[in-house]
T-cell receptor
Framework: EPEVTQTPSHQVTQMGQEVILRCVPI?????FYWYRQILGQKVEFLVS????????KSEIFDDQFSVERPDGSNFTLKIRSTKLEDSAMYFC??????????????FGQGTRLTVV | SQQGEEDPQALSIQEGENATMNCSYK?????LQWYRQNSGRGLVHLIL?????REKHSGRLRVTLDTSKKSSSLLITASRAADTASYFC????????????FGAGTRLTVKP
């Protein structure tokens, strides 16, 4: 069964460093998402991406964050200068069709980011 | 924001009992989805219910949607210890809003 894959599974970084989290969405999917989940808390929407541009972003997704689809398969989330409070699990998701066609989203297993 | 809010926050039951979790949301939605998350793992899609549907079944899962009350419920019948997980509802707004948002989740513990 096709799946969304995320790498690395765990990343430790120094405060102030840049990190890139990588995702390979399911190949025929058109919509891509990043979410984060601070330990024990809710799953927070960061950004959605369609047709090579951001379609929605939350208040969390400030200038420190950026997303890119550098080639036909990868979808990346970059955090330019990490802060301690960026420590969280980051999930990538993709879905096949347009939102109003009511398709389910498939999630990766997540990347646990620890900022020290 | 159309994000859902689940209640209860935590639910503990015995194996074999039914578990009911509720979700409320604030604005009009296109559909509502329920997801399951085992501790520290990814989110697994359980069921999607469209805004024009009132009830949907999948195995031991039953989901209802009441758009007049802006609420949904997830019923797990004949629960098993393996059902222990967190359950989240997520709402899709109107077609113009591509920002599927999650509630805080219900932590379900099923005791053997």
């Amino acid at each position: 069964e096709p799946e969304v894959t995320q790498t690395p599974s765990h990343q430790v970084t120094q405060m102030g460093q840049e990190v890139i989290l990588r995702c390979v969405p399911i190949s025929n999917h058109l919509y891509f998402y990043w979410y984060r989940q601070i330990l024990g808390q809710k799953v927070e929407f960061l950004v959605s991406f369609y047709n090579n541009e951001i379609s929605e972003k939350s208040e969390i997704f400030d200038d420190q964050f950026s997303v890119e689809r550098p080639d036909g398969s990868n979808f990346t989330l970059k955090i330019r200068s990490t802060k301690l409070e960026d420590s969280a699990m980051y999930f990538c998701a993709s879905r096949e069709g347009l939102v109003y066609l009511n398709t389910e989203a498939f999630f990766g297993q997540g990347t646990r980011l620890t900022v020290v | 924001s159309q994000q859902g809010e689940e209640d209860p926050q935590a639910l503990s039951i015995q194996e074999g009992e039914n578990a009911t979790m509720n979700c409320s949301y604030k604005t009009s939605i296109n559909n509502l989805q329920w997801y399951r998350q085992n501790s520290g793992r990814g989110l697994v899609h359980l069921i999607l219910i469209r805004s024009n549907e009132r009830e949907k079944h999948s195995g031991r899962l039953r989901v209802t949607l009441d758009t007049s009350k802006k609420s949904s419920s997830l019923l797990i019948t004949a629960s098993r210890a393996a059902d222990t997980a967190s359950y989240f509802c997520a709402t899709d707004g109107t077609p113009l809003n591509n920002d599927m948002r999650f509630g805080a989740g219900t932590r379900l513990t099923v005791k053997p």
